[in-house]
């Protein structure tokens, strides 16, 4: 019979045979033959665990689908290639740290440039209250901290580099 025209319950049964199977041979308890079952076809343990005890009463297609391909190919230990994933990032590089005071130090000079059109002795026509000298010295303030922060994490300094107008490793 062909494993295409395999019933739900029988897949079901085939793996759970398969996962005993995989329990005696390595002399660990079922779950660790449904791990290995479940690595084998592709799928997450949770999924396989439900899967071969009945509790997912309507498995999705994909589940389906990868577990008939897992038997129709004689068992192989190889699970069906999936997209990859690019690695994740831990930590913070030098280049990104760099990107980042350079931003920090963008809004710095904004908020410099706010401040000497603030106390430009020429403009009147506009009456700035003490609250947003207040909120620029302390956004200021919280720019710095960020900028410490960053530059303590880094393996080397940093300096605003003129012609290019970044900040850039030194």
């Known amino acids: 019979m062909s494993v295409n025209f395999l019933k739900l319950h029988e897949m079901q049964t085939a793996m759970n045979a398969l996962a005993v199977e995989e ?3 390595s002399g660990k308890k079922i779950t660790a033959g449904i791990r290995e079952v479940a690595d084998a ?4 343990y949770a999924t396989m665990k439900g899967f071969v005890f009945g509790t997912i009463k309507k498995p999705s297609e994909r589940t389906v689908d990868r577990v008939r391909l897992f038997l129709r190919d004689g068992e192989s230990k190889t699970p069906p290639p999936e997209e990859p994933q690019a690695p994740k990032k831990k930590a913070l590089d030098n280049e990104d740290i760099a990107l980042l005071l350079d931003l920090l130090y963008t809004s710095s000079m904004e908020i410099r ?4 059109r ?3 002795e020429n403009d009147e026509v ?3 209250a003490d609250a947003t000298y207040r909120t ?3 956004q200021e303030g919280r720019l710095k901290r960020l900028s ?8 080397c300094k940093f300096d605003f580099d003129v012609e290019l107008q970044a900040v850039v490793p030194v």
């Open 23 to 25: 329990a005696e041979k």
């Open 41 to 44: 076809v592709g799928v997450d």
């Open 113 to 116: 440039n706010d401040y000497l």
């Open 118 to 120: 603030m106390e430009d």
């Open 126 to 128: 506009m009456n700035w």
């Open 136 to 138: 620029l010295y302390a």
């Open 148 to 155: 410490k922060k960053l530059e303590s994490q880094a393996s």
